[in-house]
């Protein structure tokens, strides 16, 4: 989804200065040349360009849908607490408070929802985004397909401990072959793959190029599709070793449940959890120049339909008056895995966490665990608080580490507020 030629070093306006509705993407018939954003140039992309982009995908390349079904909407009981946007935290390594009010704007928030008991407590839209529109997820998409994966274990549809190259024998020549369908839910393979998106030589853009579903440049000779891609990719260090967060490993275990069930990750996810959700809008997923979809970061959807899959999440997997996954699968899903293994990969605003199925573990007091993607997209989930926080952003910084310390004791802050109402 994001080419090298994407890659930007312009400095940042803020939120309020970089607003796209503000800056008027795309308006007019056509819109002035100076406000066209293309994907074939790299231009969506690009800062500011990307905060009108990440709610306009599929205007710019082709995708695949994530159908709802023919149900009618599940409804979201609404009981709103302006106090919310008063709660006060303090920011890691800082020793003033900032509000909720005042994070949206410093984390670039496009969207965000929270649910307390299942009722909406708080929504919230700006630049780009609203209600019925969608928003690219980014990395939340993996734990989707970690989700899924769970669940195919649950069914025992999929042995976790079973090699790669058994379910897929093109993988047998790449390093993903000798791993096991856990070290790609878990990411602890050992693969050499840069996920570096500060530096555009990084082999995450080489993985871009090879899904960019555009013509290749005449004298191109890498490869031309994801499945190609992980063919390709290389060992490096030892699997079952260490948490390494590397997206290949969710293309490559889409490719393995693609295989195992005969149906895409967009039509898995469709099946099995978009059309029981009672979702309000259908998503949908960009795809490669094969239509296989991004398993890695390619989701888009609405913020409402986000929140409903955290709180069934949240629910043991029970939502809109059905069992949507198998309790045994959220129980997985919520075991977390190895602290030890997590701070080998060296995130500092992280310490103590672990990464399971796909998800992010806290191991915080609350028990907090959650989704998480490039330029801020977040799905937080707090048990103990009866809360879900699902949230879209357009940060002109990819890493997550950027918002993080803003981003995190703010969702705790409100979870806190929340138990106390």
């Known amino acids: 989804m994001m080419p090298s030629a994407a890659f930007s070093n312009s400095p940042a306006a803020d939120a309020l200065e970089s607003d796209p509705a503000k800056m008027s993407w795309m308006v007019g018939s056509p819109p002035p040349p100076e406000r066209i954003i293309r994907f074939e140039d790299g231009s969506y992309f690009q800062y500011p360009q990307m905060r009108w982009s990440v709610a306009h995908f599929r205007e710019l390349m082709p995708t695949t849908n994530v159908s709802r079904g023919i149900g009618a909407p599940n409804t979201l009981e609404r009981s709103l607490q302006a106090g919310i946007d008063e709660v006060s935290f303090v920011p890691m390594g800082s020793d003033r408070p900032m509000t909720w009010r005042d994070s949206?704007?410093?984390?670039?928030?496009?969207?965000?929802?929270?649910?307390h008991k299942g009722r909406v407590v708080y929504e919230r839209y700006f630049g780009a985004l609203k209600p019925e529109g969608q928003h690219a997820a980014m990395s939340v998409t993996k734990t989707f397909v970690g989700t899924l994966a769970a669940m195919m274990v649950a069914d025992g549809t999929l042995d976790p401990d079973r090699k790669v190259v058994e379910y897929v024998p093109e993988l047998g020549k790449s390093a993903f072959g000798s791993a096991t369908v856990r070290q790609l839910m878990d990411m602890t393979t050992g693969i050499r793959f840069s996920e570096n998106y500060a530096d555009p030589k990084a082999d995450v853009w080489a993985h871009a190029a090879a899904g960019n579903p555009l013509p290749k440049p005449k004298d191109y000779t890498g490869p031309r599709s994801y499945?190609?891609?992980l063919q390709t990719v290389q060992p490096e260090g030892v699997h079952g070793e260490a948490f390494h967060y590397r997206t290949a490993n969710t293309d490559a275990l889409g490719w393995v449940m693609a295989r195992?069930?005969?149906?895409?990750?967009?039509?898995l996810l469709s099946e099995c959890i978009w059309s029981k959700l009672g979702a309000e809008q259908d998503a949908y997923m960009t795809v490669d120049s094969t239509g296989t979809p991004f398993a890695g970061g390619g989701l888009n959807a609405g913020l409402r339909d986000l929140a409903r899959f955290g709180e069934m999440i949240r629910n043991d997997g029970q939502y809109n008056g059905q069992q949507v996954l198998p309790k045994a699968a959220v129980d997985d899903i919520r075991r977390g895995a190895s602290k030890e293994f997590f701070a080998k990969a060296g995130y500092p605003l992280l310490t103590g966490w672990s990464y399971h199925d796909m998800w992010w573990h806290t191991h915080n007091e609350h028990g907090a665990f959650m989704a998480r993607g490039v330029y801020g997209q977040a799905?937080?989930?707090d048990p103990k608080a009866e809360a879900v926080i699902a949230r879209f952003a357009s940060h002109p910084v990819a890493a997550n580490a950027a918002n993080d310390a803003t981003s995190l004791p703010a969702y705790d802050a409100v979870a806190k507020y929340l138990m106390s109402r």
């Open 260 to 267: 195992v069930s005969g149906k895409s990750v967009a039509q």
């Open 379 to 381: 799905l937080y989930i």
């Open 104 to 115: 949206l704007l410093a984390n670039y928030t496009d969207g965000i929802v929270v649910l």
């Open 227 to 229: 499945y190609e891609f």
